[in-house]
């Protein structure tokens, strides 16, 4: 299967689930990620059609992104600050804002570009010790921080949730996710604009769908298995 009908099978699934939900039709963006893939695989999704797609290292979405300038890339991996100057600007959103000091960096540097970032708070939904985010219980507090900085706008909450064999343990956690949005949401704060939830990967989208997810991040079921090795060999100039 080339990586369209792998794209189009996903779709068809992300609509399925919807149509579970009652949810509408189209209310799911399908997030193509592209981390460690050849150029030429987003070469032929951008053929058919598809735009957004999501990068996790900021040197392969800036080399990325500035040979296809038609794509929109998301930053979905963890941020260091001393890369946030080549990341915005470039990336149409930054789903993975895990820390107020990050947010701050953010900040400061679309207001120097005259520009105003769209971000997402990272939420550890799992718990788990080796992922990055905000536990549930301080995402409130600190999204009323968040939102008093200039030059970034809050557009709503994005978690990885933990690798397990059944996607339906990973259930409570977006239910919570869905819950957290709204919470934040009734505050009504300024620079806020929220409704995306960005949850859900190759092994649990649907449930993520079921459950109110906006953008859905799906590699391996689009590009096929990653190796890291890959990546390093990958030259993506041509
Ligand atoms: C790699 C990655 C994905 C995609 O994972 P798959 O299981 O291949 O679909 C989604 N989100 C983030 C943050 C990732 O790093």
Not at 179 to 208: C, P
């Amino acid at each position: 299967m080339s990586v369209t009908e792998n794209l189009r099978a996903v779709e068809k699934r992300v609509s399925e689930a919807l149509k579970r939900a009652g949810r509408p039709e189209n209310s799911v963006t399908v997030l193509a990620v592209s981390k460690t893939k050849p150029v030429s695989d987003i070469r032929e999704l951008l053929q058919a059609g598809h735009r957004d797609f999501g990068e996790n290292y900021v040197q392969e979405l800036k080399e990325k992104a500035d040979l296809l300038p038609e794509a929109r890339f998301h930053m979905i991996g963890h941020l260091q600050r001393n890369k946030v100057k080549q990341t915005v600007g470039r990336a149409v959103m930054i789903h993975s804002v895990d820390s107020l000091r990050l947010a701050e960096e953010i900040s400061k540097e679309s207001v120097k570009q005259g520009v105003v970032t769209d971000i997402l708070m990272e939420i550890n939904g799992g718990n788990e010790e080796s992922k990055f985010g905000y536990d549930f219980s301080e995402a409130l507090d600190a999204a009323a921080e968040i939102v008093r900085l200039p030059g970034i706008r809050l557009r709503g909450l994005m978690c990885v949730a933990p690798f397990v064999d059944d996607p339906e343990k990973n259930r409570p956690i977006f239910r919570k996710m869905y819950q957290l949005a709204v919470d934040i949401r009734s505050k009504n704060a300024d620079n806020t604009d929220m409704n995306v939830l960005s949850m859900g990967m190759t092994g649990d989208f649907e449930i993520a769908v079921e459950e109110g997810a906006t953008i859905v991040r799906v590699g391996t079921a689009i590009f096929g298995e990653r190796s890291r090795k890959a990546f390093q060999e990958l030259t993506f100039a041509e």
